[in-house]
Structure formats: C-alpha cells, structure tokens
C-alpha cells in the first residue's frame, strides 16, 4: 500500500518511512479519538491506521463514548480553548472526569503507545499503565481560557509528549517535549484522487446545480468559528460584481451537538436565495466533496479559529485557489498572494472573491502553486514519517 504513494512523493520518501517503521516491529499503538466519522481527525485516522498496518505496526483505533451532557461538555471545552472565554463551572468538569472513568473500563489502555487525540480522551491517561502516552492536539490552544486549561493541563503534563499542529498553538507553561506536526490530506482517497469530468458533471446535477455561473465552495462544518455566516455576507457582496453561486457543504459529527443550531442560523441567513445551494451530506461523502472542490473556481476556507483546515490542502491539491482566514493552520497552506489569499474581514473575503472570478488564470496559477505547496508540505506520508519518528523519540528509542 505505501508503495502506491512513491510516484508522488518519490521513492527515497517511501524508503526512509519503511526505514523508521522497522525501528518500530513488535510495537503495539492505539489511537484514541471521539468520533468515527465527521471532520477532519477520524478523516486521518481512517487513512493512516491501514498505513501504520501495512508497516507492520500493531496499531488499532478506538472511538470513546459518551452521552449528549458530557458531548456538550466538551464542545464548551473545544470553543472556550480556541476562543479564549467560556463559562465552565466544576460541575462540567464532574462530567468530563466521570466519563473518562467509564471509558477507561471500556478502552484498552495496555497498548505500548497509547496515541490520544485532542481534549476528549485526554483525561484517560490518569489510568495509564507502564507505558508511553502522547497526546495530539488539532485545535488552536494558544489563547485558552484560563480555567479550562488549568483542568486539562493537569491531565495534559502527565503525557511523554505533545504534538501540536502549528509553531503558535505552543505551550510555554508545559514542560513535556512539543513536537509540531501540520495535519495531512491522503492524495489516493476518494475525496482526493483524480475524477472524470462527467463524474463532476453527475454530482452537480444530483444536486440541481447548474454550470451555468462560476462556483465558489466551502466546505466546513456547521460551526460558528468556520464563519459560515460570513461566508454567505461576502458571497452576497461578491454577487454585486460577478454573476456567480455559492455550494456550502457541510456535514454532522457525533461530537459536536451545536451543528444542528449552527445549520439552522445560516438557513435563516439564506433566506431562500436561489443561488447559495445549503447541503447537509452525510459523513463518507467523498467523491461528492470532491467533485464540489474540482468544479469551483474558488474554494473559501473563512474560519475566524481554526486548527488547520485541511479543507485548504484538498482544494489547493486539486489546483484551486483559496481564500482563507488568517488563523491557525491556515497561513501554513495559504501563502498570500502565492497560493490565495488571507482574510481578516468580510470585505476583504468578497474583494478576493471578485478579483478571482473576474482573473480565472491568475486563479489558475494560484491553484497550480498550491498544488506544489501540498505536495512538498502536506501529504499524509509526511505525517505519517513525523508520527513514527515522534513514536520511536518518546518511547526512548534511536534510529
């Protein structure tokens, strides 16, 4: 399966990952997240657990569970860490440690590397056995709000290590070692490998989108830091200049139980326009993103938080330019001026949006920039080099 990726990363990057994977044989990990499916963590998870598996890595993938409370809980968590307020009392953090005790009867924690993903799990390693925790952290975390953090760092300082996605997202209050590790996208999955033409044609038009006017699309969740208003403002704006339409695709996750109020706050924002297409698709609708992101002239990424965005790699990938707000991840993939463009306003997002629609080639050479860019940067066999490497350095082992 590796070998598939040589002849797009090269043959001497295969080779040095089955190189370090072999440091690696015997060694059990298990992957911890809160979600099977919905966003971009169990994106690279169902990627990269068989790619750790045709290494010869004994590796396995767990989902906790928990009921809406603790749900609610934990999305309280996720904005007041990335927004820098919130409103958690000792009560919620009650809830948060009474299901870490219930997954830690439910969960495996014996593995050799018990590789834990964002704030949901992360209180499990208060059970950890003799063995080598590391905790990967998607959201921003630089600017938390103070109680919470306090709470979760308690938990937090107990890891081997910690992986953050970006230099910013660093903590200068954690002793354990930081390891920065930018998200990937998978060239050969579904979402991303090369579709026909009329494969794109077929999808439109199952969802009575018409070729008629250019596209723009963002593809997020509906989540209140993914700007999804203001995407539809600036599109709106845009639609003064350029006869245009606008797809916001978006899909539910198990763990995020504010996607339902967030969804119907932008259908009221619509308000029936006939050019903005609203779509709920569910989770696993690959081919149909694809299709959407290959049939835009533009993509739009307008988060005001963000941990990366891989949404960013996948269109620059399939040589779009995007339009991105200028936070976390984001600047690592959009190279203002080179790849796209950053934005901080809803006014800077509609003035890129028209100079793009009305200079396609220089949207093009954009696009053909940011292709390059993914290809050196943001790859899944990258992030799958720097995960063994991160693996072997915590458990005290040398190449």
Same mark, same amino acid.
């Given at each position: 399966?590796?070998?598939?990726?040589? *002849?797009?990363?090269?043959?001497?990057?295969?080779?040095?990952?089955?190189?370090?994977?072999?440091? $690696?044989?015997? @060694?059990?990990?298990?992957h /911890?997240?809160?979600?099977?499916?919905g966003?971009?963590?169990?994106e690279?998870?169902?990627?990269m657990?068989?790619?750790?598996?045709?290494?010869?890595?004994?590796?396995?993938?767990? %989902?906790?569970? +928990?009921?809406?409370?603790?749900?609610?809980?934990?999305?309280?968590?996720?904005?007041?860490?990335?927004?820098? !307020?919130?409103?958690?009392?000792?009560?919620?953090?009650?809830?948060?440690?009474?299901?870490?005790?219930?997954?830690?009867?439910?969960?495996?924690?014996d593995?050799? /590397?018990?590789?834990?993903?964002?704030?949901?799990p992360?209180?499990? @390693?208060k059970?950890?056995?003799?063995?080598?925790w590391?905790?990967?952290?998607?959201?921003?975390i630089?600017?938390?709000?103070?109680?919470?953090?306090?709470?979760?760092?308690q938990?937090?300082?107990?890891?081997?290590?910690?992986?953050?996605? %970006?230099?910013?997202?660093?903590?200068?209050?954690?002793?354990?070692?930081?390891?920065?590790?930018?998200?990937?996208?998978?060239?050969? =999955?579904?979402k991303?490998?090369?579709?026909?033409d009329?494969?794109?044609?077929?999808?439109?038009?199952?969802?009575?989108?018409k070729?008629?006017? *250019?596209?723009?699309?963002?593809?997020?969740?509906f989540?209140?830091?993914?700007?999804?208003i203001?995407?539809?403002k600036?599109?709106? #704006?845009?639609?003064?200049?350029v006869?245009?339409?606008?797809?916001?695709?978006?899909?539910?996750?198990?763990?995020d139980?504010?996607?339902?109020?967030?969804?119907?706050?932008?259908?009221?924002?619509?308000?029936?326009?006939?050019?903005?297409?609203?779509?709920?698709? *569910?989770?696993?609708?690959?081919?149909?993103?694809?299709?959407?992101?290959? !049939? =835009?002239?533009?993509?739009?990424?307008?988060?005001?938080?963000e941990?990366?965005?891989?949404?960013?790699?996948? !269109?620059?990938?399939?040589?779009? *330019?995007?339009?991105?707000?200028n936070?976390? +991840?984001?600047?690592?993939?959009?190279?203002?001026?080179?790849?796209?463009?950053?934005?901080?306003s809803v006014? +800077?997002?509609?003035?890129?949006?028209?100079?793009?629609?009305?200079n396609?080639?220089? +949207?093009? $050479? #954009?696009?053909?920039?940011?292709?390059?860019h993914?290809?050196q940067?943001? $790859?899944?066999?990258?992030?799958?080099?720097?995960y063994?490497?991160?693996?072997?350095?915590?458990?005290?082992?040398?190449?």
């Amino acid at each position: 399966m590796i070998e598939k990726y040589a *002849p797009i990363v090269g043959e001497q990057e295969i080779d040095g990952i089955v190189k370090i994977a072999e440091k $690696l044989k015997g @060694v059990s990990v298990l992957h /911890v997240n809160s979600t099977k499916a919905g966003g971009g963590v169990a994106e690279i998870l169902n990627r990269m657990v068989p790619l750790m598996k045709d290494l010869g890595i004994n590796v396995d993938w767990k %989902v906790i569970r +928990g009921d809406s409370e603790f749900f609610n809980v934990t999305k309280a968590f996720h904005n007041s860490l990335q927004n820098g !307020a919130g409103n958690l009392t000792d009560e919620h953090f009650k809830i948060y440690d009474k299901w870490q005790e219930i997954n830690s009867t439910e969960v495996p924690l014996d593995y050799d /590397v018990m590789f834990i993903h964002d704030p949901q799990p992360a209180g499990l @390693v208060k059970y950890r056995k003799n063995n080598t925790w590391i905790w990967r952290c998607h959201i921003d975390i630089s600017n938390p709000y103070p109680p919470t953090w306090k709470f979760l760092s308690q938990y937090v300082s107990q890891y081997k290590s910690m992986i953050i996605s %970006v230099p910013s997202f660093g903590r200068d209050d954690m002793e354990i070692p930081q390891f920065i590790i930018p998200p990937s996208i998978d060239p050969l =999955s579904v979402k991303n490998s090369q579709i026909h033409d009329v494969t794109v044609r077929r999808v439109l038009k199952k969802y009575d989108i018409k070729e008629d006017k *250019p596209i723009i699309t963002q593809v997020s969740r509906f989540d209140r830091a993914k700007d999804p208003i203001g995407v539809i403002k600036a599109f709106k #704006l845009t639609r003064n200049h350029v006869d245009s339409q606008l797809v916001y695709v978006g899909s539910p996750a198990s763990d995020d139980p504010e996607g339902e109020i967030v969804y119907n706050e932008v259908v009221k924002e619509v308000d029936g326009e006939k050019d903005i297409h609203l779509l709920m698709l *569910p989770p696993g609708s690959d081919l149909e993103i694809n299709a959407f992101q290959r !049939a =835009s002239s533009l993509v739009m990424q307008k988060s005001i938080k963000e941990g990366f965005g891989l949404t960013v790699s996948e !269109a620059l990938w399939k040589e779009r *330019p995007v339009i991105g707000g200028n936070t976390g +991840g984001i600047p690592l993939q959009v190279i203002h001026g080179v790849t796209g463009y950053l934005v901080d306003s809803v006014e +800077g997002a509609s003035h890129y949006m028209t100079f793009l629609l009305k200079n396609k080639e220089y +949207g093009s $050479l #954009l696009g053909s920039r940011g292709k390059e860019h993914v290809r050196q940067n943001f $790859l899944i066999t990258r992030e799958l080099r720097d995960y063994l490497l991160t693996i072997l350095y915590s458990m005290g082992k040398s190449l």
